[in-house]
């Protein structure tokens, strides 16, 4: 794996939300500055919620134009629209409408409300991508993505890209859809390495000592099949954003 991976620690959670808060907000504030919009994929998972909900708590917050924010998310949950379980409806609970987003550049992952199966998600997510790629009149199936917020888990999970699974070596699919997962719920629909690994910047946002195996295995570039989050770089910068705890004394 090329690329160089940073690792900045903070003392505790709420010190590590709002330091990604005030990254994201400089991020995508100057590239709407440049091209007078900006692409963010999020993450489901603890820290994502807590970054999110620091964002909009910001004094920085209008900075940004939210209205010219698209948002994409890496994994989402198959289950109902309406479920707590849902990474798209947690995002929305963490930003508790102080962010005035336009709901056509908020693309969630289909739920079981509107697709039979998980496969039929992923394939309306990729028609989605692929839509927003020829609106900007670019190749390769998905539009540009300024900035990349993941979680890890304490297993080296990514997206839904779990260790052991065939999926975290797939090179030609963008989205897949996951069963069996060994974290609940079952069903997923998940962006690939590719995918994720198109996006400028890429940030890890982890925190725990439960996780501290993970981002070990990570920071040494494990192999993939054990710790799928080894093989995270983005294009321009790739940061491992953790409270202290996740790292050896
Ligand atoms: O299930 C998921 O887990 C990971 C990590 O979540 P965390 O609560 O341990 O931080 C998350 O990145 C992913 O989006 C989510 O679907």
């Known amino acids: 794996m090329?690329?160089?991976?940073?690792?900045?620690?903070?003392?505790?959670?709420?010190?590590l939300a709002a330091d990604v808060a005030?990254?994201?907000?400089?991020?995508?504030?100057?590239?709407?500055?440049?091209?007078?919009?900006?692409?963010?994929?999020?993450?489901?998972?603890?820290?994502?919620?807590?970054a999110l909900a620091a964002l909009a708590a910001s004094p920085r917050r209008d900075g940004v134009d939210w209205s010219r924010v698209n948002v994409w998310w890496s994994d989402?949950?198959?289950v109902a629209e309406d479920s707590p379980e849902r990474n798209c409806r947690q995002a929305a609970d963490a930003v508790a409408g102080a962010l005035s987003l336009n709901p056509d550049r908020v693309h969630c992952m289909g739920s079981t409300d509107d697709f039979a199966t998980?496969?039929?998600?992923?394939?309306?997510?990729?028609?989605?991508?692929?839509?927003?790629?020829?609106?900007?009149?670019r190749a390769g199936g998905h539009p540009r993505f300024d900035l990349a917020l993941l979680?890890?888990?304490p297993d080296g999970h990514v997206?839904?890209?779990?260790?052991?699974?065939?999926?975290?070596?797939?090179?030609?699919?963008?989205?897949?859809?996951?069963?069996?997962?060994?974290?609940?719920?079952?069903?997923?629909?998940?962006?690939?390495?590719?995918?994720?690994?198109?996006?400028?910047?890429?940030?890890?946002?982890v925190a725990g000592a439960d996780k501290a195996g993970a981002v070990a295995a990570v920071r040494a570039g494990a192999p993939l099949d054990g710790t799928p989050g080894a093989g995270v770089r983005g294009t321009e910068e790739t940061l491992l954003l953790v409270t202290e705890d996740c790292l050896p004394r």
């Open 159 to 205: 997206a839904s890209l779990f260790p052991g699974r065939p999926h975290v070596h797939d090179d030609d699919a963008t989205v897949l859809a996951v069963h069996d997962s060994p974290k609940p719920p079952p069903d997923r629909v998940t962006m690939t390495l590719p995918l994720i690994n198109a996006a400028e910047q890429i940030w890890f946002v």
């Open 151 to 153: 979680g890890l888990g």
């Open 22 to 50: 005030d990254r994201a907000l400089t991020v995508l504030a100057a590239a709407q500055e440049e091209r007078g919009e900006t692409t963010v994929v999020l993450t489901g998972g603890t820290m994502g919620a807590a």
């Open 76 to 78: 989402e949950r198959f």
């Open 118 to 137: 998980a496969e039929d998600a992923a394939e309306d997510y990729r028609h989605e991508l692929a839509a927003a790629a020829d609106a900007e009149h």
């Open 2 to 15: 090329s690329g160089h991976l940073e690792t900045i620690a903070h003392p505790d959670k709420a010190a």
